[in-house]
C-alpha cells in the first residue's frame, strides 16, 4: 500500500510533443519562464509555463485551466 495521492491537470493551449514534460514535482509547484517555479495553486489561465523534451530543449506553453 502506499497510500492515497494526489493527482493533477494542467491542461496547455497547445498539443505536448512526444518526449515533451513539465519540470516540477506534481504535488508542488512547475517551471516557469525566468529561471522561476510557481506553485500548481497559483497556476491561471493565459500563465506561460515551461515545456522541457528528453534533450532539454525548453519551449513556452500557455495554460488553459
Known amino acids: ?23 516540477g514535482p506534481v ?3 512547475v517551471a516557469v519562464p525566468g529561471g522561476k517555479t510557481c506553485y500548481l495553486s497559483e ?3 493565459g500563465r506561460e509555463i515551461l515545456v522541457v523534451n ?3 530543449i525548453q519551449r513556452t506553453a500557455v495554460l488553459d485551466v
Not at 6 to 19: A, H
Open 43 to 45: 497556476l491561471k489561465t
Open 1 to 23: 500500500m502506499i497510500g492515497m495521492g494526489d493527482r493533477v491537470c494542467v491542461d496547455l493551449c497547445s498539443i505536448m510533443r512526444r518526449g515533451e514534460g513539465l519540470l
Open 54 to 56: 528528453q534533450n532539454g
Open 27 to 29: 504535488h508542488a509547484y
